[in-house]
């Protein structure tokens, strides 16, 4: 392996923690998922086969049938990436394909790439015609998808922002939106987050619950922090606020600053489960903002990446989906029920 390939595996342990190849593995594994249909999640209810999706595979069939599949793209990807001079999930989807079946496909097994496999596993993948045309597939699908969403988000029916056909992007969505016959992961965490706020407010409006003193402190502290405005990244020069990313980078930032809170020796008395606010704030924190710790970290990067001549728009037409920015919004509307709820407990006690 060359130098200069060399510090393009370190610069992806750098961002991701892991190599370009493992990298590769997850991010096509959430889009091979997608397209069969796997719900890597135990099923909650009655198990078999779902009625939309019959076809779904199980984890046992997902690991025979679909996993070459996935290995076959994670090599696309990093060979496209690799060749693009770029990390594997800001290669562009289609350079993907032109791996998997196109230009490039005789050279798939070609060169050295950091991983577990040998070399025979390179050509037994590259020569996996199965494998391939499935892939073909899964990221034709996926490519088709961005097209679509960009042109009902844009209006504009001939071009594609710059981002928008991403390996990365194309994740984004996937992982938001969840299977089309299934609610997004996150979507049960959030009904039960609600139902804690819900339960803090029910307890403050029928005086059922008594808070205390430090209780009082406590909520103070964490309506400040909920209330606060988005402010990094700095806005650029003329650009009204907040942007989508100001929205999501403040995500984080909010849950650092209510854990830390929780965590003072004052607040001690706020238990998580007996303790109504200390419920509702918990479950906030540790489920719904925490849901899109990594997507903000994620995006904040690509932000910093941005081309100097992208327009703030086409960037965020680019870069997050409309299955993302529900999410966004479905934070955002928790949030402002527990503010809402926090200070009803404040005035309360005025």
Known sequence: ????QRDWEQLHTDVYGRLAYSQGLISCGALV??????????????????????????AREFD??????????????????WQDGVLVDDVELPLVLGWVDGVHTHRLA?????????????????????????AREVVSA????????????????????AGALALGTAV????????????????????????????????????????T???????????LTLVAEPDHPPLPDGADGPMWIQR?????????????????PSNAVLGPVSDPLGAAVNAVAHVGLDSVAALAADLERAWAARPPGQSITNWEHGHLPRPVRDQIRAIEELSLRLTTTLLELLESRA
């Open 110 to 134: 070609d060169g050295p790439l950091d991983s577990d496999r040998e070399a025979g596993d390179w050509r037994r993948l590259a020569e996996d015609t199965r494998s391939r045309r499935r």
């Open 172 to 211: 984004r969505r996937v992982r938001a939106a969840g299977n089309p016959d299934l609610e997004p992961e996150w979507a049960g965490d959030f009904r039960w987050a609600t139902e804690q706020v819900e339960r803090l407010h029910l307890a403050v409006q029928a005086g059922l619950w008594q808070p």
């Open 33 to 58: 998922a997608h397209h069969c249909g796997y719900d890597r999640r135990e099923m909650r209810g009655p198990g078999g086969p779902r009625p939309e999706r019959p076809d779904a595979p199980d």
């Open 248 to 264: 999501i980078v403040r995500i984080p930032h909010v849950q650092a600053t209510v854990l830390t809170l929780t965590a003072q």
């Open 213 to 223: 003193p430090a209780h009082q402190e406590y909520a103070r502290a964490v309506h």
């Open 1 to 4: 392996m060359s130098g200069t």
């Open 64 to 81: 025979r049938e679909w996993m070459p599949v996935v290995a076959v793209m994670a090599l696309a990807a990093c060979r496209a990436a």
């Open 142 to 161: 996926a490519v088709a998808q961005a097209i679509t969403e960009c042109r009902d988000l844009t209006g504009v029916w001939d071009s594609t922002p």
